[in-house]
């Protein structure tokens, strides 16, 4: 059960509060305030998906099959068409990170399919293409994740739902990072990407974005995206991703927090994950337990790259915020829209909070409002629970991961050599 934040403010309320109202909302700083209204589509039943992609009657009867390429290797391993990538000579590891995460790289082979066939099926299932649609699994911000059979492979497959004309209408709701100009290693301009940090006046090219990242991954610690299903007369735009039976790792608040044994093995797999972000170049920028997903043989796997960007050089050099406000570093939340801070000391601090999550059942800082809650985060100590005992390292760990000066924060080295020691 997600930690519900929601706060209802009077209109007398408003009018005393003026300069903090667009800042409070209506949020969950649990949850990503992309788009806080999850709108009516995003509990569509199957009907409204059949009507929305079939009202003429005149069913494009063409079906495309899925490539050969989606074999049945384990994930990480070079497939059908995929090609092998070698390290960089400027590898953003240094020589002892490489030491840790050496995962063979190769390039997800996504299939792209640009024709999208609907047909009534029974009253359980919706017939997209060689998928059968059966019931909701998930529910976003602007998405619903539907589970698919795949009548070609007999397998199971999340697939996601996005609403282009939602996406379009409420983009308004989203701000991603300012764009700055290249130049030199200074503290006012530091080194980035254009590319990356552009600010996307299309909001579905922040799909395409998504979908660009996830093409570059395949490691067995991060979800494969399998296929995307693009039809230009469709109003929606289909995402197809390799199925986790038991969902998300945890829903905050918890009365059920993990023991430590099983906290360290979560938190390797997610390093893991992290760890071969970082060396392709990509931060996640909303890591959380609920992004978190535990396939069959309880190892956990990265999910949703929807705020997620790519880098040049050694590191990110971010303005603004994005992903979950309980999860968000102090340097992130600066006043000051000229202050560039790192993307992959952002991710680490994120990946604490999720550590701290898994064995106390909760975040370290919470408010409703989020001012408030950036005060806090901003200026108050990390505080552990003394009702749940846990060891010295983790605790170490946890301290280190969550010191406030980026600077001094730990790396991803140091939580390594930790975690071996």
Known sequence: MSINCSINLKENDINENKNIVENVAIVDCCQSPSYSATNNFLNVSHPMVRQSSDTTQNRRGRKLSRS??????????????????????????????????????CTNVIQMTNVVDTQDGSSDYIQLNQYKLMEEIAQGSYSIVKLAYNEQDRNLYALKVLDKLKLVKNFACFRPPPLRKRGGSTQN?????????????????????EIAILK????????????????????FLYMVFEYMERRSLMELPTQ??????????????????????????????????????LSESNSVKIADFGVSCEFEGIDAFLTGTAGTPAFM?????????????SGR??????????????????????????????????????????????????KGLILGMLCKDPGLRYDIMQANILFFN
């Open 68 to 105: 050969s390429a989606f074999d049945n290797g384990e994930p990480g391993t070079s497939t059908t068409g995929g090609t092998q990538r070698d390290r960089p000579a400027t590898s953003c590891l240094g020589q002892n990170e490489m030491r840790f995460c050496s995962p063979t790289q």
């Open 189 to 209: 301009n530091p080194p980035t990407s254009q590319q990356s940090l552009s600010v996307h006046r299309n909001p579905l090219q922040l799909v395409q974005r």
């Open 216 to 235: 570059k991954l395949a490691h067995p610690n991060v979800v494969k995206l399998v296929e995307v299903l693009d039809d230009p007369q469709d109003n």
């Open 256 to 293: 059920n927090p993990l023991n430590e044994q099983l906290a360290w093995k979560y938190f390797r797999d997610t390093l893991k994950g992290l760890e071969y972000l970082h060396y392709q170049k990509i931060v996640h920028r909303d890591l959380k337990p609920s992004n978190l997903l």
């Open 329 to 341: 570093a102090p340097e992130a939340l600066s006043e000051n829209s000229n202050q560039f801070y």
């Open 345 to 394: 000391a952002q991710d680490i601090w994120s990946l604490g909070i999720t550590l701290y999550a898994l064995v106390f059942g909760n975040v370290p800082w919470y408010d409703p409002y989020v001012i408030a809650l950036y005060k806090k985060i901003k200026n108050d100590p990390v505080t552990l629970p003394e009702n749940i005992p846990i060891s010295d390292p983790l």
